[in-house]
């Protein structure tokens, strides 16, 4: 049985903070390089898959995309393959990590 739960951005940053969190950023390439969180990894949804994913049990698993639709089908998707693992995705994507202040980077 899969197991998706969503995450808030403070709950994030503080996962990022303390090196917890693998992110995977499920946008499109054009949006990554306007914008993305610091060390996330570009899987578009399009060919995320549990094969393409880095796996490290060490660490919590969270999906993003800019406002939350595309980082839940990646989870979804992931957990389904992986149903030991716990998938986290962002509490409205990359939009609202933005709106609270959150630091970015861009390409």
């Known amino acids: 049985m899969s197991n998706v739960k969503a995450v808030d951005c403070e709950t994030l940053k503080e996962w990022i903070d303390n090196n917890e969190a693998i992110i995977i950023d499920v946008r499109e390439v054009h949006e990554y390089e306007t914008a993305h969180i610091k060390d996330a990894i570009l899987i578009p949804v399009g060919t995320c898959s549990a094969e393409s994913i880095p796996h490290n049990p060490e660490k919590k698993l969270v999906f993003h995309c800019k406002a939350g639709i595309r980082g839940g089908k990646a989870c979804?998707?992931?957990?389904?393959?992986?149903?030991?693992?716990?998938?986290?995705?962002?509490?409205?994507?990359?939009?609202?990590?933005?709106?609270?202040?959150?630091?970015?980077?861009?390409?």
């Open 76 to 107: 979804e998707v992931c957990a389904n393959a992986m149903p030991e693992k716990t998938v986290y995705n962002l509490e409205g994507g990359l939009d609202t990590w933005i709106a609270k202040g959150y630091p970015v980077e861009t390409s």
